[in-house]
């Protein structure tokens, strides 16, 4: 019963911030570290942020880098993904994943227009 449920999504305009969240049930969720990816129209999945388990080391990609922040609250088991400075190449769905087995949720819809 390992399971990932992602919410959070919404239409936002350009410059505008979500907060996406991924709660996490049926494992020992602060052992394992976790990630977010998103998916746009016509293009491949791809990796957004990670974050670590044990150090919570961060990784981001560069084109979200200096506006998006993962971070966890593991006595919630839910991992966060904190957007700011939309943009419209931003609009995708984004999915929670834990890297070990390659759990994933079934994502969230993220539209940046104006």
């Known amino acids: 019963q390992e399971q990932l449920v992602e919410s959070g999504g919404g239409l936002v305009e350009p410059g505008g911030s979500l907060r996406l969240s991924c709660a996490a049930s049926g494992f020992a969720f602060s052992g394992y570290s976790m990630s977010w990816y998103r998916q746009a129209p016509g293009k491949e999945r791809e990796l957004v942020a990670s974050?670590?388990?044990?150090?919570?080391?961060?990784y981001y990609s560069d084109d979200v880098e200096a506006r998006f922040t993962i971070f966890r609250e593991n006595a919630k088991s839910t991992v966060y993904l904190q957007m700011n400075r939309l943009k419209p190449e931003d609009t995708a769905v984004y999915y929670c994943?834990?890297?070990?087995?390659?759990?994933w949720g079934q994502g969230t819809q993220v539209t940046v227009s104006s």
């Open positions: 974050i670590l388990s044990p150090s919570e080391t961060t």
């Open positions: 994943q834990r890297p070990n087995g390659k759990l």
